[in-house]
């Protein structure tokens, strides 16, 4: 490949989903473009690739033709290569004001929910496996005394259980023990991923059944 080739060779790598707030999109916006041509690079990171009409949070499926049709017609020997989404997702959420109150308030219910969920099926654990009868036969042995509900195995029980919370979750508050990624965190990662899989797949058998009919 010659040098001029090279110059007119365009990397793109588009996210699989990209939170925009404006309705005009350009490419910059929801993908890395690279070339050797700075011109030309410019000018990529600079083509419109969609104006939302709409001015209601919306999530928009896309496909990379035509934008990489885009690409190519800003002029003659231009080669795309494509490293990222053939789908990608736009997703559209008009400018607001920041409403800090709504955001604490529903913060606050999540962690009440959690609260209560966690608690609950703790409980519910206990009261399946009869850990205050195990403890009690456990006390027992160990000390020859009935136990009276209230020993260094439910103290320990009890510490031991929020502190293992607090290491599986590997977060409290700001603070980390290490800069692995927590549970929570995954989790929330792959139900992104599978939303994103979901409504790809759904705007693709929509656009099937259309051609169909």
């Avoid at 929801?30 to 919306?58: F, G, H, M, P, W």
């Avoid at 053939?86 to 913060?107: E, N, S």
């Amino acid at each position: 490949m010659s040098g001029a080739e090279k110059d007119r060779q365009v990397y793109l790598k588009i996210s699989q989903i990209t939170q925009v707030n404006k309705k005009d999109v350009y490419l910059k916006d929801v993908a890395t473009v690279y070339c050797s041509d700075q011109s030309l690079l410019n000018r990529c990171n600079a083509l419109k690739i969609k104006t939302i009409r709409e001015d209601k949070q919306k999530r928009y499926v896309e496909d990379v033709v035509p934008v990489i049709e885009k690409i190519g017609g800003l002029g003659s020997g231009i080669q795309v290569q494509n490293l990222g989404e053939a789908d990608y997702i736009i997703d559209y959420r008009p400018p607001a004001p920041p409403r800090l109150v709504w955001q604490w308030i529903k913060t606050a219910f999540v962690c009440l929910v959690s609260f209560c969920g966690g608690a609950f099926a703790i409980m519910t654990f206990n009261n399946d496996v009869d850990v205050p009868k195990l403890f009690g036969d456990l006390y027992r042995l160990t000390v020859g005394a009935e136990s009276d509900g209230f020993t260094v195995l439910e103290i320990s029980y009890s510490i031991g259980l929020g502190l293992g919370i607090l290491v599986f979750f590997n977060h409290f508050l700001k603070w980390k023990m290490n800069a692995d990624p927590t549970p929570l965190e995954v989790e929330m990662r792959t139900y992104e991923e599978d939303i994103c899989k979901t409504l790809i797949e759904d705007a693709g058998r929509k656009e099937r059944e259309v051609d169909v009919q």
